[in-house]
Antibody, heavy 120, light 110 residues
Framework: QVQLQESGPGLVKPSETLSLTCTVSGYSISSGYYWGWIRQPPGKGLEWIGTVYHDGTTYRNPSLKSRVTISVDTSKNQFSLKVTSVTAADTAVYYC?????????????WGQGTLVTVSP | QSALTQPASVSGSPGQSITISCTGTSSDVGAYNYVSWYQQHPAKAPKLMIYDVSNRPSGVSNRFSGSKSGNTASLTISGLQAEDEADYYCGSYTTSITYVFGTGTKVTVL
């Protein structure tokens, strides 16, 4: 059974860079699938941030594209998210997920999520 | 890209059936049969309930079913149970090779 676990700082200062890592167990990222990041501001809905294929090809939400970097490290079986120039609007629970379905983009297996707060 | 449109809330009594709609455009919901549905209980991660319009992952109750017509997808929960009370989100792959979620629907079991 594949499992995903997000890790990273829970507090980030405005204008700085948010960095999160998703560690995958029970499945080798290099074997395939798409791997994604989703976030959910407190009390609000889900927002797709972006997706990375096991070969490193990335796809990003147009509204966040200029600030988002997603990368994969198959040697560590991890993939990562960086969001630059953060503001309070980036405060959210951040989830990582493995894709499912015919497109590969539908989040199938989800991590438990990690709350990141942007505050001075 | 704009979020897919869902009703803010839907309610039903135990044993009844309810349907949640998810309206998009010809660039997302209407473009492919790649619509999914997610269930989220408070303070929990979302759970995939339906993928590719009407397919259920292993372990998901057959009380949950999905369909699509044109730019609108639907999730039907039959034999409503107290444990079905949660937030539900649809999601769709798009022609821009991105993904978009719906606005979310709160299901209340009366």
């Amino acid at each position: 059974q594949v499992q995903l676990q997000e890790s990273g700082p829970g507090l980030v200062k405005p204008s700085e860079t948010l960095s999160l890592t998703c560690t995958v167990s029970g499945y080798s990222i290099s074997s395939g699938y798409y791997w994604g990041w989703i976030r959910q501001p407190p009390g609000k809905g889900l927002e797709w941030i972006g997706t990375v294929y096991h070969d490193g090809t990335t796809y990003r939400n147009p509204s966040l594209k200029s600030r988002v970097t997603i990368s994969v490290d198959t040697s560590k079986n991890q993939f990562s998210l960086k969001v630059t120039s953060v503001t309070a609007a980036d405060t959210a629970v951040y989830y990582c997920a493995r894709g499912a379905g015919g497109s590969g983009f539908s989040p199938g297996y989800w991590g438990q999520g990690t709350l990141v707060t942007v505050s001075p | 890209q704009s979020a897919l449109t869902q009703p803010a809330s839907v309610s039903g009594s135990p044993g009844q059936s309810i349907t949640i709609s998810c309206t998009g455009t010809s660039s997302d919901v209407g473009a492919y049969n790649y619509v999914s549905w997610y269930q989220q209980h408070p303070a929990k991660a979302p759970k995939l309930m339906i993928y590719d319009v009407s397919n259920r992952p292993s372990g998901v109750s057959n009380r949950f079913s999905g369909s699509k017509s044109g730019n609108t997808a639907s999730l039907t929960i039959s034999g409503l149970q107290a444990e079905d009370e949660a937030d539900y989100y649809c999601g769709s792959y798009t022609t821009s090779i991105t993904y978009v979620f719906g606005t979310g629907t709160k299901v209340t079991v009366l």
